[in-house]
Structures are given as structure tokens and as C-alpha cells.
């Protein structure tokens, strides 16, 4: 692809996935993250009126009186997008890939982000930390985000989400908005979460959780998980290269097939919500904008 062809994509990104922002999902982005941090301002005696929840109560019994904490409110977020780009985010059996599919919805995130005024930073990773750019503001810095998540050239194949979430609650000291983008092909083994250089994948995602709010965007394509009436296939992993032929002729190869990754997905389900951690599951095929304004105010009335 020439470079010319690569400005033309980004482009072509941007402009839709800031319709989007415009159109949709800017509302449900500010009536949820805004104002969410806060930072400690003064202490202070008790007015009728006043939260009873912000009252500080060692203070107050050694007063003798009721004090409250006064909080001022964050004005900037930093948002970060960790967007998986292993080999097999590469996999599309409609117009888009699992990668490009990312970079739209994340595009949509950050310029949801930059409406607010906040700062916008990007992770790209494999089994490796590929690519960190630290959160900016500027219409310039978007652009180069989305150039990012759509050419950037990987060194590696394959995954290690613990991995990525380690660098980042390393490097920010300041409590962010992480989004992490992936389909979770490599997270999960036959029986239990697999563990990647010792690291378990629910303890890190608890921990940045804790750490910071972590959203995890699960990107999946249909084809995954159900095979096609189409005689003799080879599947590989993208990853590993493992080859497997299947006689997709046979319903039984068919059902197992499906129901193996309905196990999969279930586990991972299962396993999401001992984190605590929010989760959105979002198809190549289908619209997305809707569905994470939905799930923006579902999460908001939630945590209300």
C-alpha cells in the first residue's frame, strides 16, 4: 500500500468514526466518564444539603461536630487504548479484519476522548509491548493513533494480555480509562485460563481493574465460531501455524466445532466476571455504535 492509499484509509477512519461521535455516542461518553475522578480539595463542617457519604468520621467524632471531605473535580481524563494486533487480529471473513474493526471502534473512543478534552494514548500488543504512545491531546495525535492501529507492522504473532496490562500499571502513575480491545483467542485454555510467563490472566486484569477502570472489548467475527457447509478445510492457527483439516460436510464436525467455542466463550464469560471487570462483545458484522452507547449508560445507571 502506498502512502498516499495509507492517508486516504486513516481519512477515511477518522471521517467516520467522528460521524459516529458526533451522531452518537459523545452524550453517553461524557454522562459517564466525566467527573469521575476527583481530587481531594478541603475538609470542612457538615451544611445540611451535603452528601452524607462524603462525611469524615474520624474527624468528626474528634470534633464533636460532623465534617465533610470536599472534593474538586477532575477536568481531564487520560484514556488508553490497548488494542491487540497478534496474528490472529489479522482474520476477517467479511469486509473488515478484527484489526480494522479495532481501529474503528477505538478511533470512535478517541474521538469521543478528544471532544472532552481529554488525553488519548495508545498500546499495541502481541506476546510483546509492540508500541506505546503516551496519552496526548490534538486532532494530529487521533491521526496518528488511528495510522497506528491500522499499519503499524507487528514484530511478533502471538498473545500475552498480562503481559500488556503489566507495562501499562507500571507506567501510569495517574488513575486512566483503560480499554482493551482483543478476542481473547489465546487467553483461554481447554480447562483453565492459561497463564503466560507466569502471570495469570484473571489476577492482571483484577489488578488493573483495581488500579485503574478497565473496559474490556471483546472484537469477535462469526466465522470463528461456526464452520460453513464447505467440504474439506484447513484451519490454521495464526499464531502458531498448527494446521488442522476438518470434513465440514459432517454435522457432527460441525456441532463439535461450535460447541467447543460456545465452552470457550462461556469460560471466558465466567472468568470476565469473577474480575469485576465490564465487558462488551462486539461482531465484525454488525453496527457498533449503539451498542456501546447502550452499554455506556447500562454501566453509568449501574455504578450510580
Known amino acids: 500500500m502506498t502512502l498516499a492509499e495509507m492517508l486516504q484509509t486513516v481519512r477515511r477512519v477518522a471521517i467516520s468514526t467522528n460521524r459516529l461521535v458526533n451522531d452518537t455516542m459523545v452524550g453517553a461518553y461524557l454522562s459517564h466518564f466525566k467527573g469521575r475522578g476527583m481530587d481531594f480539595e478541603e475538609l470542612r463542617e457538615y451544611i445540611p444539603g451535603d452528601d452524607v457519604r462524603d462525611i469524615e468520621w474520624n474527624v468528626t467524632y474528634r470534633m464533636g461536630r460532623p465534617f465533610v471531605k470536599k472534593y474538586r473535580e477532575e477536568r481531564e481524563l487520560g484514556i488508553i487504548l490497548a488494542v491487540d494486533v497478534s496474528a490472529s487480529s489479522v482474520f476477517g471473513s467479511a469486509r473488515r479484519s478484527k484489526r480494522e474493526f479495532a481501529a474503528e471502534v477505538a478511533s470512535t473512543l478517541a474521538f469521543s476522548a478528544a471532544r472532552s478534552s481529554d488525553k488519548v ?31 503499524f507492522a507487528p514484530r511478533h504473532q502471538a498473545t500475552n494480555i498480562p503481559a500488556a496490562l503489566t507495562y501499562l500499571n507500571h507506567l501510569l502513575h495517574r488513575r486512566s480509562i483503560v480499554f482493551l480491545l482483543t478476542d481473547f483467542l489465546h487467553s483461554m485454555g481447554t480447562d483453565t485460563l492459561a497463564r503466560h510467563a507466569g502471570r495469570d490472566v484473571v489476577q492482571e486484569l483484577g489488578l488493573t481493574n483495581a488500579r485503574h477502570d478497565l473496559i474490556c472489548i471483546h472484537l469477535f467475527d462469526p466465522r470463528e465460531s461456526r464452520l460453513p ?45 469473577r474480575t469485576g ?28
Open 121 to 151: 494514548g495508545l498500546l499495541l500488543f502481541t506476546d510483546q509491548v509492540e508500541l506505546f504512545l503516551p496519552p496526548r491531546k490534538g486532532r494530529r495525535h487521533i491521526l496518528r493513533v488511528i495510522r497506528e492501529m491500522l499499519f
Open 229 to 273: 457447509d464447505a467440504g474439506l478445510i484447513t484451519i490454521e492457527d495464526a499464531e502458531t501455524g498448527e494446521l488442522l483439516e476438518l470434513d465440514s460436510t459432517r454435522a457432527a464436525v460441525r456441532q463439535v466445532y461450535a460447541q467447543t467455542n460456545q465452552q470457550r466463550v462461556a469460560q471466558l464469560d465466567a472468568a470476565l466476571r
Open 277 to 304: 471487570v465490564d465487558t462488551i462483545r462486539l461482531s465484525t458484522v454488525e453496527p457498533f455504535a449503539q451498542k456501546l452507547q447502550r452499554f455506556f449508560e447500562c454501566r453509568r445507571w449501574r455504578r450510580a
